[in-house]
């Protein structure tokens, strides 16, 4: 298995442009060579000032030939506070020049297991002429370690087949929709972008002790042709070893 790439960029301004430089980089390599780039994106609060970066950059991205597809959802209407795909329409959706059809939203509101089947289909229509891999996926990192809406001890750790699963917030327990690893770990590109010293400790885990106990979620993203890269900034990456 490769070495994950670890990314470290000292300020918050820098640290969202050097993500929108991978990003784009990633973007154009894509479309040069396939014709189109699948971006999946992270929710959170985290990946926001990436998603304004982008905003700011948006000539560098042919956005006629990008597909935008979510890594998970919370089963709430669109317009929701809690939503993904709010939080990305608000911060750059609405603003860069893609037609809504190239956006694959997942309709989570209609309840985990419908919108769960609702959306493989959209992905298997999406590669139905071309390879089933998503060019560009962004992952967060929770501080239990769940990544995506991936948590510790979700039946959906372990979906070994569909690329699409309900799954649910231990925390608070509200019920979400998740791409599962399979999904995740056929992505040509995975990005962690992970920010904030309350994430110190697990990244460090992950990286370090990517084997070991706690078996944290984040740990199953085992990419072999091209391991993650993990963009941190100095906080995040505060307990890595030097
Ligand atoms: C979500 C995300 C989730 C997120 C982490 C980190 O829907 O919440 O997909 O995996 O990336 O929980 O969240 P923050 O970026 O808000 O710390």
Redesign the pocket.
């Known amino acids: 298995m490769n070495e994950p790439r670890i990314v470290v960029i000292p300020t918050p301004e820098k640290w969202a442009q050097k993500a929108a430089d991978l990003i784009i980089e990633q973007a154009q390599a894509a479309i040069e060579a396939r014709g189109t780039w699948s971006f999946v994106l992270?929710?959170?609060?985290?990946?926001k000032p990436v998603y304004q970066a982008l905003a700011e950059r948006k000539g560098e991205i042919d956005w006629q030939n990008t597909f935008i597809f979510f890594?998970?959802?919370?089963c709430v209407p669109p317009d929701h506070p809690e939503s993904?795909y709010r939080m990305a329409k608000e911060a750059f959706l609405d603003a860069v020049p893609i037609e809504q059809q190239n956006i694959f939203r997942m309709i989570a509101e209609i309840g985990p297991k419908e919108a769960a089947e609702d959306y493989q289909g959209m992905i298997e229509a999406h590669f139905f002429k071309a390879e089933k891999r998503f060019d560009t996926l962004l992952?967060?990192?929770?501080n239990d370690g769940?990544?995506?809406?991936l948590f510790p001890g979700e039946p959906a750790l372990k979906e070994d087949t569909a690329w699409v699963v309900p799954s649910h917030n231990p925390h608070n327990q509200t019920e979400?929709l998740t791409l599962t690893f399979p999904a995740i770990n056929s992505a040509r590109n995975i990005l962690f972008?992970?920010t904030?010293e309350s994430?110190a400790p697990v990244i460090a885990d992950v990286i370090q002790n990517p084997s070991g106990f706690p078996n944290y979620p984040a740990k199953q993203v085992i990419v072999t042709e091209s391991a993650p890269t993990w963009l941190l900034d100095q906080a995040a990456a505060s307990e890595l070893n030097s």
Not at 42 to 47: K, L, M, R, V
Not at 139 to 142: A, E, F, R, V
């Open positions: 992270s929710g959170g609060g985290t990946p890594g998970d959802e919370r993904n992952l967060g990192l929770g769940h990544t995506a809406s979400r972008l992970v904030g994430k």
